[in-house]
């Protein structure tokens, strides 16, 4: 790398801003003209600073090389300094143009590089701070230069200004320095408002395009799932509501046969199964239609959840003191602030998962279900914890899927659907859920739910 280029990038890391914004408006771009500025200002100082001293030097102007020096040394601190804030440096270099033109005005007694310097001021200023404290710029420099025409007039100063020139002159010099400041800092501004119009634009068309694709990614997502849900109700269709139907079928054929139909023992054991085939239709239908209708709560609303599993266990009471089961809420749960839910579908999550718990209980030891929570930053995970029968490890993923069950119809009366309801119900909720457990040994079911779902 040349010098050239690391004297820039130790500059660019003086002056850098610890953070870049992610929409660069016209403040970003201030800035980063004024580190452009300071670049370019000490080499340009430093070839106009060599000669400046050897003129100073013949024609005895101490002071004009002692305020000289002072500006570079300003400057150089602007450049160098590491401890600076981005404001404090901005206030230095405008003070050190102030410093060199008053100086040049009242040591040299010529107009011109003083009133340039002035006329700087404004140009700078509107370029790195904003055109409405250019014109204050322009109100202090009309002063400075009223200060000076009053100062000739009564002759109070010992200035080269005072005597080389009439205050008459001075004045109708300066005032066009003051036209010129007016008629830069307007210009500038409306290249400013011009540029905020533009990039005001550009962000809010930005704005628009990341929520669109926010909002595109959500529909995907959400289609996704709904897809997912229909091949699971393709598959349902064929499969699980064919079941009790063929049944059904099989039955119907075999009691015309003339056979069954003289043995009355049979004709009535082959109704008592098309009932219970048709019961069975019936409860799976109508789970089905219960599953598909979760979500359709559009609102929101903050709940204690120890109030929730308190409501669920009174629901459940008969299940409860029938197996002696013991329900322990943590103090995790009962310390949690409110969380914001779809209330009845949190309901049901935390009766379905209870209600299991109570229902594949170990046939040798009393339930004990115990539910508690760890915060995380962005979402509550949920631990309900059995002593039950527990799950073969085949089955842990096959038992979220709607019908599919892990022990038999026989021993473990239930239709498959509620865990797919608890499923559904925390996707509803942005989360997921999971199950840990071993045949024989209980199980732990998480779940988690997003703590910004109504942000
Ligand atoms: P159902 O309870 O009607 O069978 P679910 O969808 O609630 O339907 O559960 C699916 C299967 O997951 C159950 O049939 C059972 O095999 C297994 N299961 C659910 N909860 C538990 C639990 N706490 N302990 C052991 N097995 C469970």
Request: charge should be positive.
């Given at each position: 790398m040349n010098f050239w280029s690391r004297y820039r990038e130790l500059i660019a890391s003086n002056l850098s801003k610890e953070t870049v914004p992610e929409i660069k408006g016209v403040d970003y771009w201030r800035d980063k003209l004024f580190y452009v500025i300071v670049v370019y200002t000490l080499p340009v100082c430093m070839i106009a600073y060599i000669p400046a001293m050897a003129i100073c030097y013949y024609l005895d102007q101490t002071a004009i090389a002692f305020y000289d020096s002072l500006a570079i040394v300003l400057i150089v601190l602007v450049t160098?300094?590491?401890?600076?804030s981005l404001r404090c440096r901005k206030l230095i270099y405008v003070f050190t143009l102030y410093l060199l033109s008053v100086s040049l005005l009242y040591y040299?007694?010529?107009y011109g590089p003083g009133l340039l310097y002035l006329l700087s001021t404004v140009i700078f200023v509107s370029l790195i701070y904003s055109s409405k404290l250019a014109y204050w710029c322009i109100l202090i420099n009309t002063v400075i230069c009223l200060l000076f025409a009053l100062g000739m007039q009564l002759q109070v100063m010992d200035s080269a200004m005072v005597t080389i020139y009439t205050p008459e002159a001075w004045l109708a010099v300066a005032s066009n320095q003051v036209l010129l400041s007016i008629l830069f800092a307007a210009s500038i501004q409306m290249l400013t408002s011009g540029f905020t119009q533009t990039l005001e634009k550009e962000s809010s068309l930005k704005e628009n395009i990341k929520n669109e694709v926010i909002e595109s990614a959500r529909l995907v997502k959400e289609l996704k799932i709904k897809n997912e849900e229909m091949e699971q109700f393709t598959y349902i269709a064929s499969h699980d509501l064919q079941e009790p139907l063929n049944t059904i079928l099989g039955i119907t054929e075999v009691l015309k046969l003339p056979s069954a139909r003289n043995a009355a023992r049979d004709f009535e054991k082959g109704l008592d199964y098309i009932s219970f085939s048709v019961e069975r239709l019936k409860m799976l239908i109508k789970g089905l239609l219960d599953y598909s209708r979760i979500g359709r709560q559009l609102a929101f609303e903050e709940v204690r959840c120890e109030e929730v599993i308190r409501n669920v266990a009174s629901d459940l009471r008969s299940a409860v003191s029938e197996s002696g089961a013991k329900l322990i809420i943590d103090e995790s749960v009962r310390d949690m602030d409110r969380v914001a839910v779809f209330p009845l579908d949190f309901n049901q999550l935390f009766q379905n998962l209870i209600s299991n718990a109570i229902k594949f209980r170990s046939p040798t030891v009393k339930p004990v279900i115990e539910v508690s929570v760890k915060e995380r930053s962005d979402f509550y995970e949920f631990l309900i914890k059995d002593n039950g029968i527990g799950i073969d490890k085949d089955n842990l993923d096959k038992?979220?899927?709607?019908?599919?069950?892990?022990?038999?119809d026989t021993a473990y009366q239930g239709t498959g659907i509620g865990l797919a309801f608890c499923k559904k119900i925390v996707e509803l909720h942005g989360g997921k859920i999971w199950v840990e457990s071993k045949a024989g040994s209980g199980s732990s079911f998480y779940f988690t739910i997003s703590r910004h779902l109504a942000k």
């Open positions: 160098f300094s590491k401890r600076l040299m007694g010529a038992i979220f899927i709607i019908f599919k069950r892990a022990h038999s």
